[in-house]
């Protein structure tokens, strides 16, 4: 089993649809990460997040440190936001990232 | 500031040659990581330096592949032989120690034929 399991691995919208996309894990973390990458392949950071929620324009994340679970959303959804998006963790016993394997976005105009 | 830079971005090569990528990591920036991402696998961790020293190589996948880090501002991942599975898109990341937000460079994408 994954440490990090996100869901769905794939899902498409229509433009203007609120989107969530969800990150479970099953070890202890110091922190985890959103990143986003375009299919030119770069990959960006969007969140770095150990509590509570953060924003930045139309994204959202939130963590639940008890439940192991963090979400990610996308408000107001537009067709540049296609893009694979992943969840990491930093596990407290060390600082290297372990990677869940994704959700492919797709925003249809 | 220029991001991390890495060298080439594409290289195409035939099994059994040395392979040899490069990256820069953002100035001031004392860890860098390796990664390898590929369809089946998706992205995965290789090696990453803290002060240039190498601290975990845990997912270095055999003997044909290693790393160096000389200075603070270079970093080189070889493979040597090369074969067709090594065929990936090889990142290279930098971040402040304790910060934990690490920024990705373009990426090498490596085809092995």
């Known amino acids: 089993k994954n440490e990090v399991e996100q869901s769905p691995q794939n899902l498409t919208a229509q433009e203007g649809e609120f989107i969530t996309i969800n990150c479970s894990y099953s070890?202890?973390?110091?922190?985890l990460h959103w990143l986003q990458q375009h299919p030119g392949g770069g990959i960006v950071s969007l969140f770095m997040?150990?509590?509570g929620k953060k924003k930045h324009g139309r994204l959202i994340a939130t963590i639940n440190i008890q439940e192991k679970h963090s979400s990610l959303h996308i408000t107001a959804s537009h067709p540049r936001d296609s893009a694979v998006y992943i969840c990491?963790?930093?596990?407290?016993?060390?600082?290297?990232?372990?990677f869940g394997e994704g959700t492919q976005l797709t925003v249809n105009p | 500031d220029a991001g991390v830079i890495q060298s080439p971005r594409h290289e195409v090569t035939e099994m059994g040659q040395e392979v040899t990528l490069r990256c820069k990591p953002i100035?001031?920036?004392?860890?860098l990581f390796w990664y390898r991402q590929t369809m089946m696998r998706g992205l995965e961790l290789l090696i990453y330096?803290?002060?240039?020293?190498?601290?975990?190589d845990s997912g270095m996948p055999e003997d044909r592949f290693s790393a160096k880090m000389p200075n603070a501002s270079f970093s080189t991942l070889k493979i040597q032989p090369s074969e067709p599975r090594d065929s990936a898109v090889y990142f290279c990341?930098?971040?402040?120690?304790?910060?934990?937000?690490?920024?990705f460079g373009p990426g090498t994408r490596l085809t092995v034929l």
């Open positions: 997040l150990s509590s």
């Open positions: 070890v202890g973390i110091s922190a």
């Open positions: 990341a930098s971040s402040l120690v304790g910060q934990g937000v690490e920024f």
């Open positions: 100035s001031g920036h004392n860890s």
């Open positions: 990491a963790v930093h596990k407290t016993s060390g600082s290297r990232l372990t």
């Open positions: 330096f803290n002060n240039n020293v190498p601290i975990d």
